[in-house]
């Protein structure tokens, strides 16, 4: 889910501001700080804000006579603010410098579309005509030759991004009515150049573009009322000088009637796009408005109505939107949740979670049968029943780990999991095979699901492959219940002494392990939030002797930690009470226990510190925790309460939680407390000085 929260009036636009307001503003890019913003008006004005104290920190002009054609930006590096005056001439300045004429000045031989500027690959020039110069090179000899690349086309759009610590230039052209797409890669120094697929009647209004996997998926706002997307490899073996990037559609911007005339857009997430624009409705006069959509599962989350009208222009830095509205710059934070059916109707993954891209149009899928094109344009068909000898899957894996490192299909996630789903029909025909070293790093490089090659887990389970389950519980997003109990059983039935000749991910439990492990001698008590279980009485006291109050269970995990790894995969994995309540029934008395004991561990272990958070790379949440614990003793507490070896960890459990139930409830009567202070002192008459001493009973 998306939300728009609170909004705030960062500047006035307009003469007595100093920021202009003809046809908005040129554009605003991010400061030296996080918190800092560039504001540069279509005039001779840049101005530098704080934006969390709505002032500004630094304004520079242009004398009279001169215009600003280049947005200001800032060189991370060098923390300077660079900027094109008059297309042509390049400025260059500190915050301590007052008047921008005395500042660095540099001509250039050719005119200047846009500067852009990386934290981590320097500023980067893209002129009018297509060429592309890094600062460095271009301050090496200002007036140095620049070709002209793109001829008769105009550069509508272009954007910056970081490649593997390489920049990359992307922007896009038109000429005729056609759109065209040019990527340079600024260290290889070559230029790739294509041509988009466009929908008869329609315009490109906008776009934006991100890399990811050493894919560069472009979206393109059209004026048809829909978003695009092209996906365009980094890594290309064609000596074609132009190729058609077909689209397809991402979002259709329009609900209950109601159709939204889109000006520009921003990416907030991989499931998530704003858009700015007016909503019209049959019969009502259109609203312009600023709108959150979800691309997964094509809806409007929210939106809200701008009455004073906007230029149609919208920023976002560090989860807040900039646009103008009426005659003021605005500001709106907003959030964004991780879309999913988990979060609808059962737990959601930890936020620490892989990410999980949106996969595509299930009827594209084939039912047994793949063919994928290799690079030399052949066909390998790889089929349940095939009898491949051992030479000839060698070659398919090499030429498959090939494929996966391109990613030149737009249906790539699709396809691989065709693939995963043949190996794992070819592993149930013959028992003999079983590729683990390729599942493995499917699994674990590419964005799959379970649903996409449902029999993986299963076959891992038969095969006691715990690395691939692990892997496939903190990646896969809908795990059946069912599968996931399964997991649970298995990972409990398996001996300390049989997991440690595994190798597996400890990331999410080495360093509390470490920690306690080297405190192990250091405390003979229960300390709680202040409060030790030695001063808790219950009905069971009496029968439990005094040396069960010392930490010797609690300071120790109960399981080794590669047990802990794998069961912290389980407390991750997204599931629905209601489906998995049934299968814990099933799991054994002694097996329940043991999880149980880890579950106390890590629940003390949450609680020492006031974060309650364990360290470590992902570890289990404190929610997680006591939704597991709640779920298990809903599931097995009758059989808890009759064993006598479940007694002593109930009436641990249970003096813990009132111990800290009781820290909270001191906590909420000193808030409690604050507060009837604080409102005391509102009562009072502010220009009156007294020293008063308050004492807290």
Known sequence: MAALCESFTLCGLGPSSGV??????????????????????????????????????????????????????????????????????????????????????ATLSADVYRIHSLPKGGPVVLFKGGAVRTLDVLLEAPQQEIENIISDEVIKWSEALMERQQPVLIFATEKNGDCFVYVQKLKMNNLHKYKLEQQELSKALSFTAYIKNRIITLLCLSSNDCVYKFLIPLQQNTEEE??????????????????????????????????????????????????????????????????????????????????????????????CETSSLAAAVGKLKDSQAPDVSSFVDWNTLGDEELVISFQSQQSVALKPESGMTDASTTVFENELRQVMSKEQMPDFQA???????????????????????????????QDLSYSLCPDLMVVALEKKDLHLLQICLQRFPDIPEEITYACLKAFLSFSDAYLQRIDLNLESVICYLDIELNNKEVKAEIVENGFSTELEQDIWETKITKKHHVTSDSESCPVGPQKAALLNAILHSSYSETFLLPHLKNLPAQQAILFLRYLYYLYVKCSEKITTTLPGT??????????????????????????PEAKELLSKLHKFVRAQVRFYSELNKIEGSLRELQRLNHQKDPHTYSVEVLELI
Not at 291 to 316: A, D, R, Y
């Open 20 to 105: 202009g307001l003809d046809g908005g503003l040129l554009a605003l890019e991010p400061g030296p700080d996080r918190d800092h913003v560039l504001l540069t008006d279509r005039g001779r004005t840049a101005t530098l804000f704080k934006v969390s104290d709505q002032k500004p920190l630094g304004c520079w002009s242009a004398k009279h006579g001169q215009i600003i054609t280049c947005p200001v930006v800032c060189n991370f590096e060098t923390r300077e603010y660079i900027a094109v005056h008059d297309d042509k001439v390049l400025r260059i300045w500190k915050n301590t410098d007052v008047n921008l004429d005395k500042a660095f000045k």
């Open 415 to 445: 396809t691989i999991g065709c693939v995963v789903t043949a190996l794992i029909n070819r592993c149930k025909a013959n028992p003999k095979y079983y590729p683990r070293n390729l599942l493995l790093q499917i699994v674990e490089n």
């Open 618 to 643: 992902s570890p289990p949440t404190v929610n997680q925790i006591m939704d597991w614990l709640c779920l298990l003793l809903d599931a097995h507490f009758s059989v808890m309460v009759m064993l």
């Open 242 to 335: 132009e190729q058609i990037l077909p689209k397809s559609l991402l979002l259709n911007l329009s609900v209950s009637g109601s159709v939204l005339k889109g000006t520009s857009f921003v990416v907030l997430d991989k499931d998530h796009i704003a858009v700015l624009g007016s909503l019209a409705t049959a019969g009502e006069e259109s609203k312009e408005c600023l709108t959150i959509w979800n691309t997964k599962f094509q809806t409007l989350q929210t939106s809200k109505e701008l009455p004073l009208g906007t230029s149609g222009q919208i920023w976002c830095y560090e989860k807040k939107f900039f646009f103008t509205h009426g005659k003021v710059l605005t500001v709106v934070i907003y959030k």
